[in-house]
């Protein structure tokens, strides 16, 4: 079977062109795997099945769209919120009628209104202040044969946007953790915090946590690795807390080599994120590879994580609180430390090991592509035999044998 | 307890997890249960005929009987255990291995063709549903329970069974290396042919009938081997067990087998058994230079080994002895308790 395999790639720099770069050579132990040239959109001849990574970067993944709307396929939803993509495919291609479309579509006349205001400059971008409110997936659901997902999170707000095709939920697959010293970053705990800094990544109710944990412990660090976001004003924060600069370690963007050796220098990983778009977290998942203990908000995917593995911090209210409480925690008990992180790699090798992950995926796609013609022959089977013993369809038998068939996956 | 033992049949074909079935009804009426043995044929092919059969059943109705409740099924071997009921156990002989571990080998049922790789996937889902089901699962190898594991997330208890009853007992370390199996490719009968080709002082004598006989003949023809093998056919109880009796040594090296009867027979027998790598169950009871040989799936390797016990048959003994140790563990006594725990 021959999949033609839509997705960023490298030197692309997107966490989904990394991701294909990791899982495409242990899916080619299951299939053959075409990998689409960047930018084509034509139906890949002599292939089965179409596979499209789609995320809500419209530079990155607004060319294959393009191509599922020229061919339906099976879409990996990374992001169930693709308000910034819809923004890019509509607005961005000078069609502001399709974004006033595509609102309408969702939310109706208000969402229309809105995006009226939007296309105006009366009202910031809505994929900037409430992304969220509007995910504005429904063209990509309607368009999708069958969905991949990696969160049940995302599962089940797909199912409320009303799609009935099949899902199949695949963890996001781990990295093998390379062979490295750790960097030797001081910090009695080191808490690390990866990606970029701005406030939906919970910046500023981790640094003041952090103010209150080094009080107590003043050998503490936090570790900050990412870009500041335009508007984050960083200094200014830490001088309102009251922060040293001997509390903090400041990195900007580091290559994956160093990122992994400052994660595996530190005691603990926090992850917040409010709100979500529905993502996981590729650096989540390094950690969980590293056995660190990790700490994360409580909603979308980060919420699934067991807790054995994750310190869960709710958003809003009390958040501050339940942060400092965790990250001491954690700086208290080494127990706990070494139970959390033996609890993240048994997660790693059983959810996100990476064979098991292209094994999940074959499994997905191998029945997206014949999955149809195999119901249909056991169904045609079964009615053939009910028939010939006189159960018509639509009697009581027939339900009865629809309900068995069903519990079984093997109804429609 | 009103119990039924759930287990598909394959019309004229009657081998290990037949003799299993039929003596663990006999154990658990011994043991005072009300126990039948419910069977429904089952063919696996063309298409989606697997699918189909054993949709058979899930339309079966066990919770009662002629107006009396049944209060457990125990199912054992696929697609038996997708029978509905509140209380099912499951003691997995086999899943349908074409769907697994056979799958792209010679061995294999499914094409590359899009409907034949989604056929072979709803089978598996289809283990995922009903042994998801069970209220408590066993498996009777590691080899098994890693499997279902790996394919479904589900964690079987291990749980080995013991072998048929036969007058086990030990005579002498004889002159001849014994098969006891079915006749069928899986079993790679012809390695242990091939070893004796290239070993003039083995001798061979293989029990079991079945499919890959003539092919089997064939090859021993072609290689001279002029009597040194000998094909016994399915041999009665006693014959059986008096070949264990005079073996040196046991040869059982299917590929990646579930479990198999024979290393625990050939045990019994104070005898130890001859297997590869890559035999799968059997590795869990047969560990190398301590109750048999283990060797690379070739027939030079074997050959080798097989002429290696003929020379130490003190050690053949020890080995032999060692496995008997095993073997006596494992009692229908223990595998009921668990069962109906």
Redesign the interface.
Known sequence: MNVAYYSPMPPERSGIADYSALLLPALRRHLEVSVVRRGRTRPARGTDLSLYHVGNNPDAHGWIVDALRRRPGVVVLHDFVLHHLVAGLTIGRRDGHGYLDAMEREGGVVARLLAHGVLDKRIPPLWESRPQEFHLAGEVLGLATGLIVHSHHVEERARAAGFEGPIWRVPHPAWPVPAFAPEPVDGDPLIGSFGNLNSSKRIPQLLEAFARLRRDRPGARLLLVGATSPGFDLDRRLQRLGLPSDGIVREDYVDERRLWALMAACDVCVNLRAPTMGETSGSVVRQLSLGKPVIVSDLGWFSELPAAAALKIPVGEGEVDALHAALELIARDGGVREAMSLAALELARREHDLDHVAELYASALEQAAGGEAVLGSVLGDVTTAAAEVGIPAGSPEASELARRLHEIELGR | MRIAVCAPQVPFVHGGAEIFTDKLVDELRARGHETELVTIPFKWYP???V??Q??LW??ADLEESNGTPIDMVIATKFPSY?V?HPNKRVWVLHQFRQAYELDRTDLGQFS???????????V???DR??LGEAKRLFATSQNVAGRIE?STGLRPEVMPHPPQELPYRCEEYGDFVLSVNRLDRAKRIDLLIEAAALDPGLRVVISGEGPDRERLEGIARERGLNGRVEFAGRTGEEELASLYARCLAVYYAPVDEDFGMVPFEAFLSHKPVLTTHDAGGPLEIVSDRETGLVTAPEAPALAEAAGWLREHRAEAEAFGTAGHEVAARVTWDSCIERLLA
Do not use: H, I, M
């Open positions: 298409g989606t005929k699918l189909s054993a949709f899930r339309l997708c509905r590359e063709e899009p409907a034949d790789r989604a056929l072979r996937r709803s598996q889902r289809l549903v009903a790996r």
